[in-house]
């Protein structure tokens, strides 16, 4: 009998729903699939054969009796294939690779001594590779690369500006993909960490958050109900080069007064030049790190200036709070470190300025998944991709 298209494509569009609802209600049965879904009982037993021959769901056992025979158990297989993700930051890029529930199997942190482009492509390249090499074997092996960048970036992955990393014009997309013929994504740091976050950190179950990534610059991500928000042209979020101070200091994104110049992790650097710091080891680095240990051991002047960047950081906050009326502001990256001492003036600073009503059921929160995510967002679209993507087999 001559099988149509519209038979092959229904059998794919059914199977891709079986799919789907293993992977988002696993355990589960043959029959609660088909309660769920209204295709009959023959119909799931097939697809499901097919998706075990696929090694993307396996039988775990008997679950519990509703009066028959206890029904055979159903689990996605989570370790069918691995992703990668990166934040690729300033002065580090952190390299994840997770399984395809987006936990986390093993990571490289590498610090970008020499930021010259051939120098982070180079570091960038070797992160990865060493990952892949590093992957247990699997079924579908390394389904994509995401990779977060602080800066522009469009739609099919080339980085237009990243005024930190002195980036124009880069087409880091195709660069990745050539050398490891892998599918690859390319997204803004912040709208990675948004998306990480929200399916995995602080913002789980919130449907409408601004991630504010504090780093070396200030980028924020926004989630409107519960879909990240890119703008017209995708370039939303640069929240970092709004202007706090009309005749301020000169940003490298060619502006004046950016409120990253005032709450991010270089400007504290910045002005913490100016302490009357001591320290037995004229060679120490005086980076956040080595700030953060003096501030644990009670140094007021190191303490003041967290203080005063965390008031900087509120006033951010505040125009976001006026802006968008969210449930939740994560801060992230790393100066969320710095929680301890910029915690107080952030909620004092959006308390007396915000508005009332738009201040009065939202939260402020710290990342819950730290360093991680941006690196975990990124591996979670590569997933998000490969699942909408994948060419189910019909024969």
Known sequence: MRITGDQYLIKKINKSIVFDTIRQNHPISRAQISETTNLNKGTVSSLVKDLI???L???IGPGES???????????NHVAGFA???????????????????????EIRTTLENISFDSVISTLFQSIRTLIERAPDSPRGIVGIGIGVPGIVEEKGTVLFAPNLGWKNVNLS????????LPVTVHNEANAGAIGEHLFGAGKDTKNLVYVSVGIGIGTGIIINNDLYKGALGFSGEMGHSVIESHGKKCRCGNRGCWELYASERAFLEQAKTLSIDSADSTEEFNLDWYLQAANEGNDEVIRLFHQA????GIGLTNIVNTFNPELIII?????????????PIR?????????????????????????????GAASVSITNFFSDMKISVE
């Open 57 to 59: 769901v396996y039988e």
């Open 310 to 313: 965390g008031e900087y950081l």
């Open 332 to 344: 992230g990256n790393r100066f969320a470190k710095a929680e301890k001492w910029i915690s107080q």
């Open 66 to 76: 509703s009066g028959g025979r206890r029904p055979v158990m159903l689990l996605f």
């Open 84 to 106: 990668i993700g990166v934040d690729l930051g300033v002065n580090y890029i952190l390299t994840v690779l997770t399984d395809l529930e987006g936990n986390p199997v093993e």
């Open 174 to 181: 195709e660069i990745v993909k050539k050398e490891f013929q």
């Open 348 to 376: 004092r600073i959006v308390e007396n300025r915000a508005l009332p009503y738009h201040r009065g059921h939202m939260k402020i929160a710290f990342s819950s998944l730290g360093a991680h995510s941006c690196a975990l």
């Open 53 to 55: 021959d696929d090694n």
